[in-house]
């Protein structure tokens, strides 16, 4: 059984970085038949996809557009864990946050328990 | 990007009946090389994650209730739930995987009659 355990801060000033935790158990940071997500949900924004770590003989991502310049996942091998940081925060930022299992074909099947992150000074 | 366009927003059905809810994708979501759509349906209920119910466009998940069940192919998708429970008054939503940045649904929210 696949479990992803978010942590990190809740409140975030502004300007500031915005950095979450994801430990996975019960699958591997660096298989070759998943890939580690990063998503957001607001109420002005609905879900968002923020972007993606893989492995697929090297390290690749993928991010979304809109925040594209501010994001870096990454991938923590020796503790089985992926990273998210956003950089230069605003309010709009803030949101639960989710860690997920992209297991393509099959779609995004494992989430974390989400982390409501409030950006406000 | 894949625009999901959901309808309708909300959705009132009585116990037991039937409940639909469709989704439209801006472009389509089957790919070529397995003939196999790249849409899921997942259900959210408060203070939790969603939970992915239907894959491939209409194959239910392990442990999901046979009276789900999702249907579509190419824009076009739409997920019945047959005879409504208690348990399924939630917030649906249509997610396309077929290439980043993946995209959902604006969501459609479902309640009791």
């Known amino acids: 059984q696949v479990q992803l355990q978010q942590s990190g801060p809740g409140l975030v000033k502004p300007s500031q970085t915005l950095s979450l935790t994801c430990v996975i158990s019960g699958d591997s940071v660096s298989t070759n038949s998943a890939a580690w997500s990063w998503i957001r949900q607001s109420p002005s924004r609905g879900l968002e996809w923020l972007g993606r770590?893989?492995?697929?003989?090297?390290?690749?991502?993928d991010y979304a557009v809109s925040v594209k310049s501010r994001i870096t996942i990454n991938p923590d091998t020796s503790k089985n864990q992926f990273s998210l940081q956003l950089n230069s925060v605003t309010p709009e930022d803030t949101a639960v946050y989710y860690c997920a299992r992209d297991r393509r074909p099959f779609g995004i099947d494992y989430w974390g328990q989400g982390t409501l992150v409030t950006v406000s000074s | 990007d894949i625009v999901m366009t959901q309808s309708p927003d909300s959705l009132a059905v009585s116990l037991g009946e039937r409940a639909t809810i469709n989704c439209k994708s801006s472009q389509s979501v089957l790919y070529s090389s397995n003939n196999k759509n790249y849409l899921a349906w997942y259900q959210q209920k408060p203070g939790q994650p969603p939970k992915l119910l239907i894959y491939w466009a209409s194959t239910r998940e392990s442990g999901v209730p046979d009276r789900f069940s999702g249907s579509g192919s190419g824009t076009d998708f739409t997920l019945t739930i047959s005879s409504l429970q208690a348990e399924d008054v939630a917030v649906y939503y249509c997610h396309q995987y077929y290439s980043p940045p993946y995209t959902f649904g604006q969501g459609t929210n479902l309640e009791i009659k």
């Open positions: 770590t893989y492995y697929r003989s090297k390290w690749y991502n």
